[in-house]
């Protein structure tokens, strides 16, 4: 965080008509890796290899969630972490398979997939193995969403091993012996947001009325920026958004400050991000001078989020939110009224501050 304190002639505006409006992007690439909140693997196996079962009296079963459809193993995704620009991922899902004869059964749990040689991995009768090997990786993507896939799968010795030593067959599983193929689709909690374009907010007449009154103007300061009565604020490094823009935080740099004219009173705003899982605008505020007032007060609740409509493109991986209303908190109505209100309480909680829009591009 950048403290600012005093008037440094960066464009002080009074606010006589304030709209706060707008957010476009520009680029920078990196790779990062995006929490994964849903999606499935699929595991299948080849005719061969189930016919070499059958003739031992095997079958493969499956447990909950997870479940058996045509000589295939389907098993929900639960967690896992994913880079879709570089086409890495190391994937967990949920339930378990198992191969079982009449007597006998070895369970496979703990099933995670990783873009590696070996990319199938599970527990099986108390230790992490590794089940197969791949003869060909593939990873890929659609929109905000992965694929990877691992064809020739070969079974690994220590599982071979594992296998013959619990179910006994007449046909003992051998090392390198092909197993099938296997698919992992994997879909972001949230996404990464590159830091491109800027953030708009849109005052609303009400409350620009109100700081006219009070003789209080806002100013930018860099990189925040203002056009007329337009402020924007750029987005910056280290934000994420869910693609249905209900959860992830988006982050901004540049610093507004309101300015009470024939006081000199000063409220800062630093760091402005905006949560969309508590539907929140948060920020780092500054009351001067310190004394009398509270000085730095750290990131606090700035703002609540309300309604907005979201667009999201999957296609151009693009999430957008429009005409989200900035709604005012307590503990900030309380600030600018200690600060502004010469001794009355002009400010509320709750009153309706500026609109929100903005484009933001993900990775």
Same mark, same amino acid.
């Given at each position: 965080m950048r403290s600012v304190s005093g008037r440094r002639g960066r464009g002080t505006l009074c606010l006589l008509a304030i709209p706060f409006a707008v957010l476009l992007l520009?680029?920078?690439? #990196? !790779?990062?890796?995006?929490?994964?909140?849903? !999606?499935?693997?699929? *595991? =299948?196996f080849e005719r061969s290899f189930l016919s070499f079962l059958k003739s031992d009296g095997i079958r493969v079963s499956a447990a909950a969630p997870a479940r058996v459809n045509k000589g295939t193993v389907l098993l929900p995704v639960s967690a896992g972490l994913m880079d879709p620009t570089l086409g890495k991922s190391s994937i967990e899902a949920e339930g378990s398979f198992a191969f079982q004869s009449a007597r006998k059964r070895v369970p496979f749990r703990a099933v995670k997939t990783k873009t590696k040689h070996s990319p199938?991995?599970? &527990?099986?009768?108390g230790s992490q193995l590794k089940i197969a090997t791949a003869g060909r990786l593939a990873a890929g993507r659609t929109g905000f969403d992965a694929k990877f896939s691992a064809r020739s799968l070969r079974l690994t010795a220590k599982v071979a091993t594992r296998l013959n030593k619990k179910l006994r067959p007449l046909h003992p599983f051998v090392a390198g012996q092909l197993?099938?193929?296997?698919?992992?689709n994997a879909n972001p909690q949230t996404v990464t947001v590159l830091p491109e374009g800027k953030v708009?907010?849109?005052?609303q007449p009400d409350f620009i009325a109100k700081l006219n009154s009070l003789l209080i103007s806002v100013n930018p300061i860099f990189p925040a920026e203002h056009s007329g009565s337009l402020f924007t604020v750029p987005v910056i490094p280290g934000g994420t958004l869910a693609p249905?823009? /209900? !959860?992830?935080?988006? &982050?901004t740099g540049g610093d507004l400050e309101f300015l009470q004219l024939h006081s000199n009173t000063q409220i800062f705003m630093?760091?402005?991000?905006?949560d969309f899982a508590l539907r929140m605008q948060t920020g780092e *505020?500054? *009351?001067? %001078?310190? %004394? %009398?007032? =509270? !000085? &730095?007060?750290? =990131?606090?609740?700035i703002f609540d989020l309300s309604g907005g409509s979201v667009s999201t493109d999957a296609g151009a991986r693009t999430i957008g939110v429009s005409d989200a209303q900035l709604?005012? #908190?307590?503990? *900030?109505?309380?600030?600018? /009224?200690?600060a502004f209100g010469e001794g009355g309480t002009p400010f509320t909680p709750g009153e309706t501050i500026a609109k929100l829009s903005f484009v933001a591009q993900t990775q």
């Open positions: 520009c680029p920078v690439a #990196q !790779g990062a890796y995006d929490p994964v909140g849903s !999606g499935a693997v699929s *595991i =299948r199938l991995i599970a &527990k099986v009768g197993v099938g193929s296997m698919v992992t708009s907010m849109e005052l249905a823009a /209900n !959860g992830g935080t988006l &982050k630093h760091e402005l991000w905006f *505020i500054d *009351i001067e %001078p310190s %004394p %009398p007032y =509270r !000085g &730095k007060l750290g =990131r606090v609740s709604l005012m #908190q307590p503990a *900030i109505a309380s600030a600018f /009224n200690e």
